[in-house]
């Protein structure tokens, strides 16, 4: 059955009878030349992030200088794509039920145009199903790589069970990162934001203020 998803060929062939009426002769047949490249690119072409953006541009180490850091943006990047996973599933369940009323119609349909007129939009939810099967199976995909991220990340070093424990160190070492990179040419709002923010940092960790404790292995145990 899963070879039968995400498979446009059928759509794409059904629709060159069509083309003419949009294409020149010589358009159509180039086009006729390239579908069976057409169909591999759009099969092959890339949906969302790879691995390498998502390790070096989302996780980039100047925004995430800790792996703790690095860790609990994995999980909300890995949230972000469950809830979005969860909408293309509605999303698709609607399209079906769209298929079904419409395959309904051109069997009970009288008129030949309002037929035709529901032919046409039954190719395109067929056409719209492929494509959020594609999207399903992309998101998927980044869902899978950001758990394998996640186990990477936990050595054991950080707390896993609530965000805010490592967030204090964290940040201090972003602040410095951004300290480091200021210039002559920075702004004097970025001056005064970074600065700012650095300072309360510190004084926040000094003063020992909700419930900071320098960083510590966290056992097994702990975690569960």
Do not use: C
């Not at 069509?18 to 057409?38: A, T």
């Not at 909408?87 to 035709?116: G, H, M, P, Q, Y």
């Not at 200021?182 to 020992?208: C, F, H, M, W, Y």
């Amino acid at each position: 059955m899963d070879k039968e998803k995400r498979n446009i060929a059928p759509i794409i062939e059904q629709e060159e009878n069509h083309l003419p009426k949009i294409l020149s002769e010589e358009d159509l047949k180039d086009f006729k030349l390239m579908v069976n490249e057409l169909r591999d690119t759009w099969t092959k072409k890339q949906v969302y992030r790879t691995e390498t953006e998502m390790r070096f541009s989302v996780l980039n180490d100047l925004v995430y200088p800790t792996k703790a850091a690095k860790y609990w943006q994995a999980v909300r990047e890995q949230n972000s794509f469950l809830q979005s996973l969860m909408s293309v599933s509605f999303e698709a369940r609607r399209n079906d039920v769209e298929i079904k009323k419409l395959e309904k119609k051109i069997k009970t349909e009288k008129d030949s145009l309002e037929k035709e007129l529901h032919q046409i939009d039954l190719d395109q939810a067929f056409y719209k199903k492929a494509n959020l099967e594609l999207d399903a199976k992309d998101r998927m995909r980044e869902l899978r790589l950001w758990s394998e991220i996640k186990k990477e990340l936990d050595d054991g070093s950080f707390d896993t069970k609530d965000v805010n424990t490592h967030q204090l160190d964290s940040y201090h070492k972003q602040y410095q990162n951004k300290l480091s990179h200021l210039t002559p040419g920075s702004s004097q709002a970025e001056i005064t934001n970074v600065i700012g923010q650095l300072k309360s940092i510190e004084r926040i960790k000094k003063d020992g203020r909700i419930g900071y404790n320098e960083p510590k292995a966290i056992s097994s145990e702990e975690k569960k």
